[in-house]
């Protein structure tokens, strides 16, 4: 079993997050850089079929696929 975490928008991601997810993370705070509040907007990392998924509080995730390509995209509702 794998715990999920959560931490601070523009803050260094925990331990916990796998290195694979960590530059689309950094690149998707750089495209909402004037957006983003730290004290409101936060990521989550929850694990789907074992594997990572980061929730933005902001509308976007970063996930890695069953193949290994890690994407960014907005929420789809």
Same mark, same amino acid.
Do not use: C, N, Y
């Given at each position: 079993?794998?715990? $999920?975490?959560?931490?601070?928008?523009?803050?260094?991601?925990?331990?916990?997050?796998?290195?694979?997810?960590?530059?689309?993370?950094?690149?998707?705070?750089?495209?909402?850089? $004037?957006?983003?509040? &730290?004290?409101?907007?936060?990521?989550?990392?929850?694990?789907?079929?074992?594997? &990572?998924?980061?929730?933005?509080?902001? $509308?976007?995730?970063?996930?890695?696929?069953?193949? $290994?390509?890690?994407?960014?995209?907005?929420?789809?509702?």
């Amino acid at each position: 079993m794998q715990l $999920g975490t959560r931490w601070a928008a523009g803050a260094e991601p925990p331990a916990s997050v796998p290195a694979a997810l960590r530059s689309a993370i950094a690149e998707v705070e750089s495209r909402l850089a $004037g957006s983003l509040t &730290p004290s409101k907007d936060h990521w989550t990392l929850t694990w789907l079929e074992g594997r &990572p998924l980061a929730e933005l509080d902001a $509308g976007w995730e970063v996930l890695l696929t069953a193949s $290994g390509d890690v994407i960014a995209r907005p929420f789809e509702d």
